[in-house]
């Protein structure tokens, strides 16, 4: 589950990132930023939204108090 935000939006404060990039399934790329210490996955970048950062739900350090905007990958989820 991500959060999509604008990227004027996301301020690291502290430590340093690796990036993994690679074409999604739509052919444009998508870069996947991980904590450079632990790894722990912390947002994508997307060619398809350039202006947004996908935001992984769980790295918050208080509770947004978000609710579900939309879904997407439904036509392949299982029933």
């Known amino acids: ?3 999509m935000i604008p990227k004027s939006n996301l301020n690291i404060v502290k430590g340093s990132l690796k990036r993994y990039s690679k074409d999604a399934d ?3 790329s998508v870069t996947r930023c991980f904590c450079e210490n632990c790894g722990t996955p912390l947002y994508s970048e997307l060619e398809l939204y350039p202006s947004l950062y ?3 739900s ?3 350090d208080q509770d947004p108090k978000l609710e579900p ?4 990958w439904t036509s392949s ?3």
């Open 1 to 3: 589950m991500v959060v």
């Open 26 to 28: 739509s052919t444009k």
């Open 54 to 56: 996908a935001v992984k």
């Open 58 to 60: 769980g790295v918050w």
């Open 69 to 72: 905007g939309s879904a997407v």
């Open 77 to 79: 989820a299982p029933e």
